[in-house]
């Protein structure tokens, strides 16, 4: 086994980044508000939160972080959110609720119960039992309640997190925010702060300085947050089982019920570290191996017929799937244009996907890595990979073998079991397979209607209609052209800068996350909960090295893809995934040092499913997947 050689800090600026293009799919503003959210700070006063979010996640630094966010808290919700399902019904049911504190409150809640009218004059109530868990995970992932397969009997199973430090969060789920100071969080064993060690149940929410501190990565996904803590390298010492346990407080002092999470802590040796460095990634765009070609079929929808060529035919196998589109033409120079948003918007998604900077480079808060895409500056240079090259590569184009085809194959990745080597996903047959994602938009019959209009068969290419260059302005208002036609154009137009970007983005990240060593199978702490069936937290069965957990996320596959959920926001890797990534769980058989790499590979079918939504009169036709 190498050492693994990675380019490591590379610092040189790359390409990419500048200002999100504003979508002009008005029916779409969860969209909009989504893609210019993420790790892109829009506001100063965001801006302040997301560098105060970078100060507590950077080991380096050495000040405190940033406690408490007190505009979050200006609007603290008035008396009428009692908690009264915690005292009457615990009456009526014999007061049986364990650490139930709240005699002294029973009574005036029931006299108010009956009169809404009239303000509770009462002391606040009790708080009620808030949700404790690390790294984000939802309690259904995270060994407070035992798995299930198949509404078969429940298995204990637990999370692994390093000594090199993780994240603690406290929740409420009933839409009220106390203070943090009224959360109380403390330890099953002694903790290490600053020096100083806290015994066992002694507050660390004050002492590791928690608040209410924004995880750039989070997207909805924090609602209801109350309490956030990095809990810094060294804070816990290895612990095969550490109860962390979070109570919150009423003004008067008074507290709720506890709600606790046990862990096992250990440290993350490297053959199970997927990040000893930062990764680098080269996005190749140049791959030639086919000839694509146009055929229309009986129903007026379309396909394309691959010819495989030894040497290619000349054109990027990428060019020719958006010129199959429309959406490159003998317009040369919008074209180019027009291929450079393209591929910008790729990007974006993609470093939102990841939490990279604008120029595809770590941040404190994301994954450690550098991604470039072909004709970058710093790019590294494909013909030099080897295994030992330090770098990964995957190709952004061209079609699989015939038999994948048919049945949807959109990529294919090594998959590199806790990241411990470098991959060449260029090769034919990997990569992300851009000309079946047309494929299948052009094989829809909405998808075909929609496109006709610049279908190089029957239509007119865009940028070959007078007009068509304006699209390149991001500020452009079709409305003012007075040419119905030259709007329609407009729509398709962003509707392929906004989601046919997305879904090849979404379909790189996927495949890069398989040779990041996603999804682990089995469940935690030795897998991820990739490759089981019948789970009752899932919304579909995924397959090995997959996990479709509700909502958008990145390793699922795509034919359980709803049109709500793309509305959503961009997909993100669930909990689970990202904090993998983010190097705060420890994955995989602790005393065995795995082989190297397991020498397969995961095709990935139908990611982006792509169907197409019929819209109202003021809600243009969109393609999503
Ligand atoms: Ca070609
Ligand atoms: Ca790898
Ligand atoms: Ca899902
Ligand atoms: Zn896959």
């Known amino acids: 086994m190498g050492a693994r050689r990675r380019a490591g800090s590379r610092t040189i600026g790359g390409t990419g980044g500048g200002e999100l293009l504003v979508s002009m799919i008005v029916c779409l503003p969860a969209w909009t508000a989504c893609g210019s959210a993420g790790t892109q700070a829009s506001t100063p006063d965001e801006a302040a939160r997301v560098d105060a979010f970078a100060d507590m996640l950077d080991p380096g630094l050495d000040q405190s972080p940033e406690t408490g966010f007190p505009d979050a808290w200006d609007s603290l919700p008035s008396g009428d959110f009692s908690f009264r399902e915690a005292g009457p019904l615990d009456v009526l049911d014999g007061g049986t609720t364990p650490g139930d504190t709240e005699t002294l409150d029973v009574e005036s809640d029931l006299a108010d119960a009956p009169d809404l009218a009239e303000p509770d004059p009462g002391p606040p109530p009790v708080p009620p039992r808030p949700r404790i868990t690390v790294n984000r995970i939802p309690d259904a992932m995270n060994g407070k309640v035992p798995f299930t397969q198949h509404g078969g009997p429940p298995h204990a199973f637990h999370l692994r997190v390093p000594t090199r430090g993780f994240t603690v969060e406290v929740y409420r789920d009933d839409g009220i925010a106390p203070g943090p100071d009224l959360v109380r969080l403390y330890a099953s064993a002694p903790a290490r702060v600053e020096g100083q060690t806290l015994a066992p149940g002694e507050d660390l929410a004050q002492a590791l300085s928690c608040g209410l501190m924004p995880d750039p990565m989070a997207g909805a996904s924090d609602k209801g947050l109350v ?153 590294p240079d494909p013909a ?212 190297r790499r397991a020498l397969e590979s995961a095709s990935c079918a139908a990611f982006p499913a792509w169907f197409l939504a019929p819209g109202t009169p003021t809600q243009p036709r969109s393609v999503v997947w």
């Open 384 to 595: 030099l990979w080897s295994e030992q090259a330090g770098f990964s590569m995957v190709a952004l184009g061209g079609d699989p073998n015939p038999e994948d085809i048919a049945t949807g194959i959109v990529g294919r990745a090594w998959i590199d079991w806790n990241n411990q080597g470098v991959e060449d996903n260029t090769i034919p047959n990997f990569g992300v397979f851009v000309t079946n994602i047309v494929r299948q938009v052009l094989r829809n019959p909405l998808g075909a209607l929609i496109l006709q209009e610049v279908s190089p068969m029957v239509g007119t290419p865009l940028g070959e209609y007078p007009g068509d260059e304006h699209f390149l302005d991001p500020d452009f208002d079709p409305t003012t052209s007075g040419d119905p036609r030259l709007e329609q154009r407009h729509a398709i137009f962003t509707t392929i800068i906004e989601f046919a970007t997305l879904a090849v983005a979404v379909t790189l990240c996927h495949e890069m996350g398989h040779s990041l060593g996603l999804v682990p199978n089995g469940p935690p702490p030795e897998g991820l909960f990739g490759g089981m069936d019948g789970l009752p937290f899932t919304d579909s069965d995924a397959g090995a090295a997959h996990i479709d957990t509700p909502g958008l996320n990145v390793m699922q596959t795509g034919k359980v893809t709803s049109y709500l959920e793309a509305l959503g926001g961009v997909p993100r890797f669930n909990e689970l995934n990202l904090a993998y990534l983010r190097r705060r769980l420890v994955v995989g058989t602790l005393d065995a040092r795995p082989a």
């Open 227 to 379: 309490l956030r803590c990095l809990v810094p390298e060294g804070t816990f010492s290895p612990d095969p089982s550490l109860t962390l346990t979070a109570v919150l407080g009423a003004p008067d002092g008074r507290q709720g019920e506890p709600d606790s999470i046990a862990v096992e802590v250990t440290d993350l040796v490297p053959w199970l570290d997927p990040f000893v460095q930062p990764d680098v990634w080269l996005v190749t765009l140049s791959r030639d191996l086919c000839q694509h070609d146009l055929l229309a079929r009986p129903d007026g929808t379309y396909d394309i017929l691959t010819a495989y060529l030894p040497g290619g035919n000349g054109i990027p196998d990428l060019d020719e799937a958006l010129t199959l589109l429309g959406f490159l033409s003998t317009n040369t120079k919008f074209s180019e244009a027009a291929r450079a948003l393209f591929l910008k918007r790729v990007r974006e998604y993609a470093h939102e996907i990841f939490g990279l900077d604008a120029s595809g480079h770590p941040t404190p808060w994301g994954v450690p890595l550098f991604l470039y895409f072909e004709g970058d500056l710093d790019a």
